[in-house]
Each structure stands twice: as structure tokens, then as C-alpha cells.
């Protein structure tokens, strides 16, 4: 698979040095194309979930490069491709890639989500908002939605007829808290209240036993999560991406599946967020060297 890759990327740099390492779970590799100023990370987990790119530096072009971890992807039958970040002015989503904004909270986690502080915690962070906002906030209790391994919250108040929302899901296949929405009204910008809503929101993941949190980020709010420290990401959902493909070409209802015994309300491809999209994701930040997570808490 490596040398194939090689092959690949020697088509648009020219000769390249290869530096392969090599455990009993991954395969990883530096590549070099010193007549294009050109060094490339790869790795991939040797039970196919998942292919991690790191792009050095470049002076081809992005979206090829991108291209490739992609065809390697598919090649290993892997679930998803992360790059932490492209240089320049590429565009991964071009490619069929997501931005991802990740906030690592431990390097070792507890067993278990402590799903059953869930509702004192959200009744905390209820009143923590109500105090922050000056307004009245309403929870919403803790569900299993259609997805079973998914339990969500939600709070929800108004300035006049401006809405404030917090949406958070709860995984628990992953460890995972992903923040669906953060809506401020905007006659309480600007005042520091999404940085405190943002602490309350990791300080919950942390005490519930997350890993990690993360969202995908709209193009005028990247800024402000970059600057509060979250890692952006850019993935290829590659088993999302065949699962719609497969629905396309098979009788209808021929993807409905089962997960820890209950059988789901859509067909596999309706999710976004698959249990083993999330473990794929976990699975890749544990692997990335320390210099790409957080330090943990």
C-alpha cells in the first residue's frame, strides 16, 4: 500500500524518500520530495479504521495530495482520512472532506460515561446559564433518541424574541460530547458569554467522563473556535460515503441494522455520527504524536 502511495505522489513531485515505521497496530511514514519542497505525513491503523495525513509543507498541488489519502483509504477499506490541516488556500471540502473542531479533555479516561450524574449535572449548567444570560433557561431531561448509543441535552431560553441554544450529545461508544448548536443572541455578543458557555460545556464533558468534544464549525465562527484552542480537523468520511453509494444501487431497506441489540430507526447511511465514525475519530487522536492533542486536564 505504501509503495503504491509513493507511486502516487511521485507522479505530481517527482522522486521521493520514503522513512516507513512500523508497529503491531499501525504503519506510518515520512515522504519527502526535496525538488518540491515537499513533506507528507501518513499513517493508517492496521484494522482498516482509519487513514491520519500531515501535510509539512507543499508546493503542489493541495487537492491532489488529498486525493491520494483518499485512494489510500479506499484501498485499505478504511473508515475515515483525517488531516489535521492543509496549508494555503486549499479547499478539503472540494474533496469530499469535513471540518472537524476537536477539544481533547484526557489522555486516560475512567470506564464509562457517568450517564447517571447526567441530570444533576444539565440542572447545574441550567442555572450557571440562567445566571450568565439574565434570562430563563429551560433543559430538556436526558433521551435516548432514535440512535441508542446517543443521550442528548438541550437548553433553551429568549431575550425578547432572540433565542439562545445549546444542543449537546452524549456518545456512548466513543466517550465523546459533540456541541450541535451554540446559538447566542446577538444583544449578548461580545460580552465573553460564548467563551463561558464553551467552559461550562467542556467543565460537563470533563466531569461526565468525555474524552473528548468537538462539532463542525460554520466558515464565520472558525475564529473564534481556533482561538479558544480547539484543533480543526479535516475528514473524509470514507465508510459514510459507500454506505450512500450502496443505498443508491440496492433494494430499498437493505441497510437497516441492529446496534447493542436495538434495531435503528434509519438506514445506516441517515447518521452522521455512527458509532464507528466516533470510535474512528478517538482511535486517531490517541494515535496522533502528543504536539497535536491538548494536555489533557
Known amino acids: 500500500m505504501l509503495d503504491q502511495f509513493k507511486r502516487q505522489l511521485q507522479q505530481v513531485t517527482g522522486p521521493v524518500a520514503v522513512h516507513k515505521r512500523e508497529d503491531q497496530r499501525s504503519v506510518a511514514a515520512t515522504l ?5 519542497d515537499v513533506q507528507l505525513e501518513v499513517a493508517w491503523d492496521k484494522e482498516a479504521h482509519f487513514v491520519v495525513g500531515e501535510i ?11 486525493g491520494i489519502y ?5 484501498r485499505l477499506g478504511c473508515g475515515s482520512v483525517f488531516v489535521p490541516d492543509v496549508p494555503g488556500d486549499a479547499d478539503p471540502e472540494a474533496m469530499g472532506y469535513s471540518r472537524q473542531y476537536v477539544l481533547p479533555l484526557r489522555r486516560s479516561v475512567p470506564t464509562g460515561v457517568r450517564y447517571w450524574l447526567i441530570d444533576a449535572y444539565a440542572a447545574d449548567v441550567q442555572q450557571q446559564l440562567q445566571s450568565l444570560l439574565g434570562i430563563a433557561v429551560t433543559r430538556s431531561c436526558p433521551a435516548v433518541d432514535e440512535r441508542p448509543y446517543l443521550y442528548s441535552l438541550e437548553w433553551e431560553g429568549y431575550r425578547s424574541d432572540e433565542k439562545f441554544a ?4 452524549l456518545h456512548s461508544i466513543s466517550q465523546s460530547a459533540y456541541l450541535e448548536e451554540l446559538t447566542i443572541p446577538d444583544s449578548l455578543r461580545r460580552r465573553g458569554i460564548g467563551t463561558a458557555v464553551l467552559e461550562l460545556l467542556a467543565r460537563l464533558a470533563f466531569d461526565l467522563h468525555c474524552r473528548y468534544l468537538y462539532l463542525w464549525a460554520k466558515s464565520h465562527a472558525e475564529a473564534f473556535w481556533q482561538r479558544k484552542g480547539l484543533q480543526r480537523i479535516f475528514r473524509a468520511n470514507l465508510r459514510n460515503q459507500r454506505r450512500r ?6 433494494r430499498p431497506g437493505w441497510d437497516r441494522a441492529w446496534f447493542e441489540g436495538i434495531p435503528l430507526e434509519q438506514p445506516l447511511w441517515f447518521y452522521r455520527n455512527h458509532p464507528q465514525d466516533d470510535l474512528d475519530l478517538y482511535l486517531a487522536l490517541h494515535r496522533w504524536p502528543t504536539r497535536q492533542r491538548g494536555s489533557g486536564r
Open 56 to 66: 509539512h509543507s507543499i508546493s503542489t498541488d493541495v487537492e491532489t495530495v488529498l
Open 166 to 169: 445549546l444542543y449537546v450529545h
Open 32 to 36: 519527502e520530495a526535496p525538488d518540491k
Open 245 to 250: 453509494a450502496d443505498a443508491l444501487r440496492r
Open 70 to 74: 483518499n485512494s489510500l483509504g479506499h
